[in-house]
């Protein structure tokens, strides 16, 4: 039973950087063809990928956001992450990890999901 | 990027109809669509991928068509637990972008 779940900071200030973890269970980050991801909602909204993480450490990013994000693995912990720079209140959103169906860059398995408000 | 539109944009129907829901891509993108259920407050689930493959535990009321830059959900008969909103992704080339969503409700 695959399972996802976020974890990091409700409240951003502007300007500040976004860490955003998710604890994973049910399958390995070392198998080949998994990959793993973010997504995000803005309030109201429909969701934006954001980016991906393969097995093998290759990583697609969304060409919009790219200079700002950062999205890293660690399968000690059966953890991923993302890193979001610059934040604004534009940002605000429900933010999402998910895994990716084997052998389509699309999500199968979402995470509950954790709002960040970007506010000062 | 491309840009995926979907219509209606809401609509309300009665528990036994026959649903039909239409997304349009902004280029041919054959077969690389989903669709995705969301409820308030909860993740997106997936319904359908590759235009027509019901995923695994999804009842198979749910139906997807289409190809080049057209493509349908149909519900065959909706039911109580459908009401919510459907959006279409098209995963064919980056960045991944969905639909903005068909809102649906249960007379």
């Known amino acids: 039973q695959i399972t996802l779940k976020e974890s990091g900071p409700t409240l951003v200030e502007p300007t500040q950087t976004l860490t955003l973890t998710c604890n994973f269970s049910?399958?390995?980050?070392?198998?080949?063809?998994?990959?793993v991801g973010w997504a995000r909602q803005p309030p109201g909204k429909a969701p934006e990928w954001l980016a991906f993480i393969y097995w093998d450490d290759e990583k697609r990013y969304n060409p919009s956001l790219q200079s700002r994000l950062t999205i890293t693995k660690d399968t000690s912990k059966n953890q991923f992450h993302l890193t979001m720079t610059n934040m604004d209140p534009v940002d605000t959103a429900t933010y999402f990890c998910?895994?990716?169906?084997?052998?389509?860059?699309?999500?199968?398995?979402w995470g509950q999901g954790t709002l960040v408000t970007v506010s000062s | 990027a491309i840009r995926m539109t979907q219509s209606p944009s809401s609509l309300s129907a009665s528990t036994g109809d026959r649903v039909t829901i239409t997304c349009r891509a902004s280029?041919?993108?054959?077969?690389?669509v989903a669709w995705y259920h969301q409820k308030p407050g909860k993740a997106p689930k997936l319904l359908i991928y590759a235009a027509t493959t019901l995923q695994s535990g999804v009842p198979s009321r749910f139906s997807g068509s289409g190809s080049g830059t057209d493509f349908t959900l149909t519900l065959s008969s909706l039911q109580s637990e459908d009401f919510g909103t459907y959006y279409c992704q098209q995963y064919h080339s980056y960045p991944f972008t969905f639909g903005p969503g068909t809102t649906v409700d249960i007379k």
């Open positions: 049910g399958f390995s980050l070392t198998s080949y063809g998994v990959g």
């Open positions: 280029q041919d993108i054959t077969p690389y």
């Open positions: 998910a895994h990716r169906l084997r052998g389509a860059d699309l999500f199968d398995y």
